[in-house]
């Protein structure tokens, strides 16, 4: 008899395995995306893509104060159109920031303390789902 049991395993096991590639639905609010802030004036990653509802986190990882700074009005930003402007303020070394966004579209941010050495990153933020 061939050993139908362990095949079926493997069979489940695959379809689990299968199961679990894909992206499961973030809860509302849950850190989808973390930024580091760092030494080199860069935010890394540079751009990252998250879906309406979740949230980026910022960390400043470095030894410098920093900003995330998303307001056209205080330099070169850009938002989607219906979005509110944000901006962390200064942000010391080990400091943190969250935003949760809800409007889909590209957000490109920069740091207020070093946009003229090219500090800036992008966050996608796609429809839910
Ligand atoms: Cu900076």
Same mark, same amino acid.
């Given at each position: 008899?061939?050993?139908? *049991? =362990?095949? %079926?395993? #493997? $069979? $489940?096991?695959? #379809? %689990?395995? !299968?199961?679990? #590639?894909?992206? &499961?639905? &973030?809860?509302?609010?849950?850190? &989808?995306?973390?930024?580091?802030? @760092?030494?080199?004036?860069?935010?890394? *990653?540079?751009?990252? @893509?998250?879906?309406?509802?979740? @949230?980026?986190?910022?960390?400043? !990882? +470095?030894?410098?104060?920093? +900003?995330?700074?998303?307001? *056209?009005? =205080? /330099?070169?930003?850009? =938002?989607?159109?219906?979005?509110?402007?944000?901006?962390?303020?200064? =942000?010391?070394?080990?400091?943190?920031?969250?935003?949760?966004?809800?409007?889909?579209?590209?957000?490109?941010?920069?740091? +207020?303390?070093?946009?003229?050495?090219?500090?800036? /990153?992008?966050? @996608?933020? %796609?429809?839910?789902?």
């Amino acid at each position: 008899m061939p050993p139908r *049991p =362990l095949a %079926l395993a #493997a $069979l $489940l096991l695959a #379809a %689990l395995g !299968a199961c679990a #590639a894909p992206r &499961a639905p &973030a809860e509302a609010g849950a850190v &989808a995306a973390l930024v580091r802030m @760092t030494d080199a004036f860069e935010f890394d *990653p540079a751009a990252v @893509t998250i879906r309406a509802g979740e @949230t980026v986190e910022w960390r400043n !990882a +470095s030894r410098f104060r920093h +900003s995330v700074t998303a307001d *056209p009005a =205080l /330099g070169g930003a850009a =938002l989607p159109p219906g979005a509110q402007a944000f901006a962390s303020g200064e =942000l010391a070394p080990g400091a943190s920031f969250r935003r949760t966004l809800t409007v889909p579209g590209t957000y490109r941010y920069f740091c +207020s303390q070093h946009e003229g050495v090219g500090m800036a /990153g992008e966050i @996608t933020v %796609l429809p839910v789902k």
